[in-house]
């Protein structure tokens, strides 16, 4: 088997797992200066797998690799709320066969 039908089955794999995949509690964490830094982790069944930094600001997810740290922000549960949001989406678009790459 090549590397293309590995790819083929690796993204299969993940598109009938999409419906077990679960938004975990966000981790809130406050530095000494106050700034505060949120990560929200991606749950398969009850293990977290992966997680997500979130962007206060702009109430949105971070791109991997760039975590934020916000000053002065509240904390509400806009940031469950939204990226519950971007998971739904995320799998029904996966379930249609749209690819965002």
């Known amino acids: ?8 089955v690796a993204i299969e794999t993940v598109r009938e797992a ?11 964490r406050k530095g000494p200066r106050g700034e ?3 990560d929200v ?3 398969y069944y009850d293990f977290a797998i992966d997680r997500m930094h979130f962007d206060p600001y702009i109430n949105s ?3 991997k690799g760039r ?3 916000a000053v002065g922000v509240k ?7 939204r990226c519950k949001t ?15 790459a």
């Open 1 to 8: 088997m090549g590397y293309e039908e590995f790819a083929k």
């Open 18 to 28: 999409l419906e077990f995949f679960r938004i975990g509690n966000p981790l809130v």
């Open 36 to 38: 505060v830094h949120i």
């Open 41 to 43: 982790p991606l749950m």
């Open 61 to 63: 997810i971070s791109p």
């Open 67 to 69: 975590p934020v740290m």
């Open 75 to 81: 904390i509400a549960e806009e940031v469950l709320k």
């Open 86 to 100: 971007v998971l739904k989406r995320t799998s029904r678009s996966r379930r249609r066969g749209i690819s965002r």
